[in-house]
């Protein structure tokens, strides 16, 4: 890990976005192709053509989409529309590290070419993930295979155990190569990016101190990085792309709810209390899934981001009650003498 943060380090720190650009580019072709690599071979073991891989993902349990009966499921489908829909907003329209490719394109036409693409291209990849682990824990069973308690560790043993040949373990490999550098570089430049721009100002430095600051800044975020994954990895017992969506739920939740107030309203809240707003708001979200649970029985799942984002839009409003009678007197004592 901290070899693989060290090489994005080293691609990202010279060039930055545009660097990333064309690696990225690279490394979801990789992707794509190993993803098919994978699946082709899972098809050969389990003896299917094509048309009986088609009925096996089809006919799986696992392939049901949608729950509509079960409200306490997680995968409830009105809970996951309308939790999907937000998140969506957040981690990708609201998120620097998935925007700042499109900020980077030279018109809007063309970054909106760039958001159509994206978004049309994540549907077919991610049911060829999806219908991957279908074909894996079939041909589990059909093998008698014991399986991994975390679901992140079946495409590794399967990979890494010889049951798919031994080649596979080299597209495996640069196939998780590329998904985690496409990862890390974008966050990486993202976060040095924000936290130059946003927290030290330095687009009102000179320019060579501003290069010394950023890549202080980069490297510094590089260390932070890999001391994060470590410590996620030691205390995070459920699989990734779960546990990223919860903690999203949390820290998401006040993003959601300052967009929100911005674009629909006109009020202007304290802004000493903003911060404490945005702590407060996951920490009553928490608060509150520990006790509905306990009360009832149901568990918030990433709709919980809806509660945060509404908990920070109360609590912005309560933050701006009075503040627009005070800036109407300002604005008339201005006035009044002559200003």
């Known amino acids: 890990m901290v070899i693989s943060i ?6 990202t720190f010279r060039s930055g976005i545009k660097t990333i650009i064309w690696t990225d580019t690279l490394q979801a072709i990789c992707l794509v192709a190993m993803l098919v690599v994978i699946i082709w071979q899972v098809k050969d073991k389990m003896n299917l053509d094509f048309g009986g891989m088609f009925n096996v993902i089809v006919n799986n349990p ?9 409200w ?24 620097q590290d998935m925007m700042q490719k499109n900020l980077t394109c030279k018109s809007l036409k063309d970054a909106q070419k760039n958001m159509y693409t994206y978004g049309f291209a994540f549907t077919p990849i991610n049911l060829l993930f999806l219908s991957l682990g279908v074909l894996l824990l079939t041909l589990a069973s059909w093998k008698n295979i014991a399986l991994p308690q975390l679901s992140d560790d079946i495409l590794p043993m399967f990979c890494t155990s010889g049951i798919l040949g ?31 721009v946003d927290i030290l100002g330095i687009e009102k430095q000179e320019a060579a101190k501003a290069k ?9 975020i590089s260390v932070a990085f890999a001391i994060i994954i470590l410590i996620f990895k030691a205390v995070n017992n459920r699989s990734v792309i779960d546990a990223i969506y919860v903690v999203a739920s949390y820290t998401y ?3 959601l709810g300052l967009f929100a107030f911005g674009l629909f309203t006109h009020w202007k809240p304290r802004d000493k209390v903003v911060p404490y707003i945005c702590i407060a708001s996951p920490l009553i979200c928490y608060a509150m899934n520990s006790l509905v649970y306990q009360l009832t029985g149901y568990k918030f799942g990433y709709e919980m981001l809806i509660v945060n984002g509404a908990i920070t839009f109360f609590g912005l409003w309560i933050a ?20």
Request: charged share 15%; with cysteine; net charge positive.
């Open 6 to 11: 060290f090489l994005v380090w080293l691609y």
């Open 166 to 196: 031994g080649s596979i373990l080299i597209f495996f490999t640069v196939g998780i190569i590329s998904a985690a550098f496409s990862s890390a570089d974008s966050a990486l430049t993202a976060l040095t990016t924000t936290f130059c």
């Open 253 to 255: 939740g006040p993003l």
């Open 62 to 70: 696992h392939s049901k989409m949608f729950v509509f009966d079960d």
């Open 212 to 220: 010394r600051m950023r890549l202080k800044v980069h490297f510094m």
């Open 72 to 95: 306490y499921s997680t995968q409830n489908f009105f809970k996951q529309f309308l939790s999907g829909i937000f998140i969506t907003i957040v981690m990708t329209g609201l998120d």
């Open 320 to 339: 701006s009650i009075g503040r627009e009678k005070r800036d109407s007197l300002i604005f008339i004592k201005q006035k009044q003498n002559g200003n």
